[in-house]
Antibody
Framework: QVQLVESGGGVVQPGTSLRLSCAASGFTFSTYAVHWVRQAPGKGLEWVAVISYNGDNKYYADSVKGRFTISRDNSKNTLYLQMNSLRAEDTAVYYC?????????????WGQGTQVTVSS | EIVLTQSPGTLSLSPGERATLFCRASQSVSSSYLAWYQQKPGQAPRLLIYGASSRATGIPDRFSGSGSGTDFTLTISRLEPEDFAVYYCQQARTFGQGTKVEIK
């Protein structure tokens, strides 16, 4: 079955960096685009970024553009999110999700998420 | 940028009742790109409906989606205890703010 397991979250100070990972299994990772979606405490869902199956195409939300970088290692079935210059408003649970559409618009299977807290 | 507005914010119903949730887009969108998700406390979202009306794998047939253009609907025909949750509509990279279905 499709499994996505996020890791790397934690408590960090504003202005610092963090790298999240998402380990995929149960499907051919190298043939699917993958998203990062986040959810601030008590709030709704916010799309963060998506990367194409081969890593050639990457798209970001305006709120993270220039600070976050999405990448993948298909040899390791792993997705990454490098987060720099973190702000308090980046505090959220971060989910990775497989794209089921082939056109970057349908996160179908989601991981359980990893908590990122940005606080001084 | 398209904005999705869900209504009502909270729906208070009893098990066995019918639930109707609405999602309105700020401009016309392709039905192909409209999805609905269910999220329970402490859990990840689960895809229910894609393409406005197609049920995802394993989703019971009491869940149905409809609509086109700017107005979309998620209907739960008879609420089961496990259906009380928050529901989000989504179009491409935009999510609605959610509708909470709570036990009356």
């Amino acid at each position: 079955q499709v499994q996505l397991v996020e890791s790397g979250g934690g408590v960090v100070q504003p202005g610092t960096s963090l790298r999240l990972s998402c380990a995929a299994s149960g499907f051919t990772f190298s043939t699917y685009a993958v998203h990062w979606v986040r959810q601030a405490p008590g709030k709704g869902l916010e799309w963060v970024a998506v990367i194409s199956y081969n890593g050639d195409n990457k798209y970001y939300a305006d709120s993270v553009k220039g600070r976050f970088t999405i990448s993948r290692d298909n040899s390791k079935n792993t997705l990454y999110l490098q987060m720099n210059s973190l702000r308090a408003e980046d505090t959220a649970v971060y989910y990775c999700a497989r794209d089921g559409s082939g056109s970057y618009y349908l996160p179908d299977y989601w991981g359980q998420g990893t908590q990122v807290t940005v606080s001084s | 940028e398209i904005v999705l507005t869900q209504s009502p914010g909270t729906l208070s119903l009893s098990p066995g009742e019918r639930a109707t949730l609405f999602c309105r887009a700020s401009q016309s969108v392709s039905s192909s790109y409209l999805a609905w998700y269910q999220q329970k406390p402490g859990q990840a979202p689960r895809l229910l409906i894609y393409g406005a009306s197609s049920r995802a794998t394993g989703i019971p047939d009491r869940f149905s989606g409809s609509g086109s253009g700017t107005d979309f609907t998620l209907t739960i025909s008879r609420l089961e205890p496990e259906d009380f949750a928050v529901y989000y509509c989504q179009q491409a990279r935009t999510f609605g703010q959610g509708t909470k279905v709570e036990i009356k």
